[in-house]
């Protein structure tokens, strides 16, 4: 009597499960069917084991159930190369590591030429490091990191296309000798330093001393000038200082004839005769003192003919190079040897071809001085001859 009714209830309930187990599978089945693929990525298609194609990015639908897919990047990526030891051409132990950067080109390559093409290029790349590395000698792997990349790229190409996979480039992080060749090295370069730094102060010194005796030898010249110039200035002073003098006593002498002949024209006109007959002579001894009265100077005077000096006076003198030995003179210095320039120009305009000594200029009035006398004496006759005819 209860029986039925349970069994009525589980024939209920049959169609029920049967419906959501369908609908179960067929979320899976379509969950299996649908593959979604990344930008960045391509995946390879297998049914049943078998190759079939690759999948591009997006949504693709593959057989559910039998098949499997494999993703490949095929971005740039980077893989480290573990640091290796080698031994150099010539016996020195260096260790070093790199990176290597690959692109997949052709996954299908990469899929079913290689089993693990990241773990096949990594240890391509150490073996080729190591093998680098041992061809070259230890200066060469410390100074030529450029070398060493190159080679190692040109010896995974080859490889690597087989795969599927391109390397892009290769750089080597690091090369370090062993500890005792690292401080050989280091001692080297203290040395070297220590070296330069000897050189540097010996040069120092040595450029020290000659910008040194350069200044003396500046010094030096520049005193020797100043002494020359001054020996020059010096002797052209004295050599204006005697033209000076000389003058002076010509002018003393002209000025004492002057005097004595004026003392003749007093005693002559203390005489009684009221005619006198002068001599062309004491006529010009008369002009001279009119002049001398009225302030003008002797080199004034007609009788004294203005003349240069001969070239070898000059040359004596040096007045011609004057200018130039004055010129590396300090300004007011120049100013005051080009006045007493002047000054002897002036004196030198007025004066005879030969200029006269004292004693010449003396020995001369003395002459002169005689001269009158015996005129003097001459014309006391003749007034002593007119009186007694008068008398007669």
Do not use: C
């Amino acid at each position: 009597m209860f029986v039925a009714p349970a069994l009525q209830m589980n024939v209920g309930l049959a169609p029920l499960v049967v419906g959501v187990l369908v609908l179960l599978l067929a979320i899976v089945t379509v969950w299996q069917m649908v593959e979604i693929v990344d930008a960045y990525e391509k995946k390879a298609l297998t049914v049943f084991g078998e190759y079939r194609r690759l999948l591009e990015p997006g949504i693709s639908f593959v057989p559910p159930f039998v098949s499997r897919t494999y993703a490949f990047d095929m971005r740039t990526q980077t893989l480290d190369v573990p640091r290796q030891e080698a031994i150099t051409r010539d016996n020195s132990p260096v260790t070093a590591d790199a990176v290597v950067y690959i692109k997949v080109m052709d996954a299908k390559k990469a899929f079913l030429e290689v089993d693990d093409y990241k773990r096949a290029v990594s240890n391509l790349a150490q073996t080729t490091l190591r093998a680098v590395l041992g061809d070259m000698e230890l200066d060469d792997t410390l100074n030529k990191r450029q070398e060493i990349n190159a080679r190692i790229r040109k010896e995974l190409d080859e490889p690597t296309d087989e795969w599927g996979v391109r390397v892009e480039s290769v750089e080597v992080r690091e090369v370090n000798p062993s500890q005792e060749v690292q401080q050989a090295m280091e001692q080297q370069t203290s040395a070297e330093r220590r070296r330069r730094a000897m050189i540097l102060e010996a040069q120092g010194e040595r450029r020290s001393a000659v910008e040194k005796a350069e200044g003396d030898k500046q010094s030096n010249i520049i005193r020797a000038q100043g002494e020359k110039q001054s020996q020059v200035l010096e002797a052209q002073g004295d050599a204006i200082s005697t033209v000076l003098r000389a003058k002076s006593a010509e002018s003393m002498g002209e000025r004492a004839v002057i005097e004595r002949g004026m003392e003749t024209l007093e005693r002559i006109g203390e005489g009684e005769s009221t005619t006198f007959v002068l001599p062309q002579e004491l006529s010009s001894l008369v002009g001279r003192y009119g002049k001398h009265l009225t302030g003008s100077d002797v080199q004034e005077y007609e009788g004294l003919d203005s003349l240069e000096f001969d070239e070898e006076t000059r040359e004596m003198l040096g007045l011609d190079d004057i200018d130039e030995m004055l010129g590396q003179i300090d300004e007011a210095a120049e100013m005051d040897v080009e006045e007493l320039e002047k000054e002897a120009e002036a004196i030198k305009s007025g004066a005879d071809t030969g200029i006269r000594s004292a004693d010449e200029v003396i020995e001369e009035a003395g002459e002169e001085e005689t001269a009158e006398t015996s005129a003097e004496v001459d014309a006391e006759r003749e007034t002593e001859t007119e009186t007694e005819s008068g008398s007669g």
